[in-house]
């Protein structure tokens, strides 16, 4: 479904005395599979967050060539980038959730975002909201949720809009191992339902429960598969 | 979308009252000057248009010529076409007139004899600038004849009043209108930047440029028609308050009306379209 192709990606940086390029991904080369479960291990700083960037295209590659399918998204027209998106559920390492926003319209607020009617809106949400388990509290505002809660409404969130495939950016962070187990469950079974994830930790001890997994290790950028 | 777009652009007003209102003011105080000097401009123009129609030749005699002498120059006058009347003050008809001035009687008493020459008024059906001159030009080498005058100083001084005048509303306008801009770039920024979240989300989860661009841009095109109808509104007032004291004032033709409205309008499209730029790059 997705595959990098000798990718790299560099920023560049000037220090007092030095202008040099930052190596964020030097050579990638990966297949992630359509369906599959594919976790993104490596420590803080490895390029775990500019792997994902550059799927959905918040990021060019400095070299190499990333390709969605037969879709070559380093030639990705910038009026396609949204929806390109629109196939992708995102979870972000800082949830990004709208604070003065109920639980409802926080996941709502995707679907506005691409003009969906009203009617669509309200048994989409309630659909997401219900593979969570976070219906009863669809009221209530994020800073009412527990840690754990917060990272199931962004799993909502991502859900809503059945995407093809969900990137998930350090879900675990954080959380106890009962909290990690139940998110790890629900991500689980939205692969079975045909969703493939790819989700980036730093911790190696995840448990991933049985689930058969393609996995890639980053550390400075550089890949080793396994 | 349009739907969207409205309720958005209607949360954001209420979201940053003060700074729309600002925004709104500057832009209606600087289509109230250009306004101002506008009406000031196309009432001048009245005057002159006015003053235009009562113009007419004065062509002033050599004294002592004969009748038919007199009488050979009016014919002549009359051949050259666009005339309408010809009337003829002798010297002494002239010196009747002027004698209704006390003051005036007694100095030409004093001198003795009559210092006025006879004259012809002579009035154009035309009376453009442009036919006045040539008329004028051509009496002007006509056997007899002392002096043409046509007030053509009085006319030309008029115009570079006017001129003066615009120029000067227009200055004052552009200068008011860039202030405007900034103010409207500044509140459209300000409420993007506290809604940055926001966009940012919608950005990732598939929105298209243009549909968050939309609220924005509605925004500045609603704050730049209120301030446009605000200064229309308070245009209309000082007219009015005008009309109670002074006859025949007029008031902005509709097509300087439309282009104040417009300008406005535009003013605060422009501002907010530039200000949101930035923000929207996927």
């Known amino acids: 479904m997705i595959r990098f192709e000798h990718v790299c990606k560099y920023y560049f940086a000037q220090t007092s005395d030095l202008e040099k390029n930052i190596n964020a991904l030097v050579d990638i080369n990966v297949v992630i599979k359509r369906g599959g479960f ?15 960037k550059l799927i959905t295209c918040q990021e060019r590659p400095s070299a190499g060539k990333i390709f969605w399918g037969e879709q070559d998204l380093s030639k990705i027209k910038r009026k396609h980038i949204p929806f390109l998106r629109r196939k992708i559920g995102m979870i972000f390492q800082d949830f990004k959730l709208l604070y003065k926003k109920t639980i409802f319209e926080n996941i709502a607020f995707v679907l506005s975002a691409i003009d969906l009617p009203k009617e669509v809106v309200f048994d989409r949400v309630c659909e997401a909201l219900n593979k969570v388990d976070l219906i009863r509290k669809k009221n209530l505002y994020p800073y009412q949720l527990s840690h754990g809660e917060r990272q199931k409404l962004c ?70 598969e396994s | 979308m349009i739907g969207y777009a409205l309720r958005e652009a209607k949360n954001n007003f209420r979201r940053e009252k003060l ?33 235009k129609e009562k113009v007419e030749i004065v062509v002033f005699l050599d004294d002592d010529l004969s009748i038919e002498k007199i009488g050979s120059i009016r014919k002549k006058i009359f051949n050259m076409g666009n005339i309408e009347d010809i009337i003829y003050t002798s010297k002494d008809e002239a010196l009747s007139d002027l004698s209704k001035d006390a003051e005036i009687a007694h100095y030409i008493k004093m001198m003795g004899e009559n210092p006025l020459p006879a004259s012809f008024n002579v009035k154009l059906i035309d009376k453009k ?23 053509q100083e009085e006319v030309k001084n008029l115009n570079k ?53 939309m609220p924005f841009l509605l925004e500045g095109l609603i704050a730049g028609f209120l301030g446009a109808i605000c200064g229309l509104g308070l245009l209309f007032g000082i007219y009015y308050l005008l009309i109670l004291r002074f006859e025949g004032i007029l008031f902005l033709p509709w097509p300087i009306m439309a282009g104040l409205g417009g300008g406005g309008i535009l003013v605060g499209f422009i501002g907010s379209f530039i200000s949101i730029q930035k923000y929207i790059e996927v």
């Open chain 2, 129 to 151: 600038m442009e036919q006045l001159n040539n008329i004028a030009k051509r009496i002007k080498f006509f056997d007899g004849i002392k002096e043409v005058r046509y007030g």
């Open chain 2, 161 to 213: 009043i006017i001129f003066f005048i615009k120029s000067i509303g227009i200055g004052l306008g552009i200068m008011l209108g860039v202030i405007s801009l900034s103010m409207i770039i500044y509140t459209i920024r300000l409420i993007v930047s506290l809604r940055q979240d926001e966009i940012r989300i919608m950005q990732l989860v598939g929105a298209t440029a243009g549909f968050i661009r």
């Open chain 1, 155 to 224: 799993i909502a969130r991502a859900l809503v809009n059945n995407p093809e495939i969900i990137l998930a950016d350090e879900p675990m962070a954080n959380l106890d191992m009962e909290t990690q187990e139940e998110l790890i469950q629900i991500l689980s079974k939205t692969n079975e339902e045909g969703v493939t994830v790819v989700m980036a930790t730093n911790n190696k001890k995840t448990d991933f429960n049985n689930i058969s997994y393609q996995s890639l290790k980053l550390v400075g950028g550089k890949s080793k």
């Open chain 1, 38 to 52: 594919f976790v993104l291990f490596g420590p803080n700083g490895a390029g775990k967050t500019t792997f994902l």
């Open chain 2, 19 to 51: 700074a729309n209102l600002s925004a709104i003011w500057s832009l209606s105080i600087s289509i109230l000057i250009m306004g101002v000097f506008s009406l000031i401009g196309v009432n001048l123009n009245k005057v002159i248009n006015d003053l």
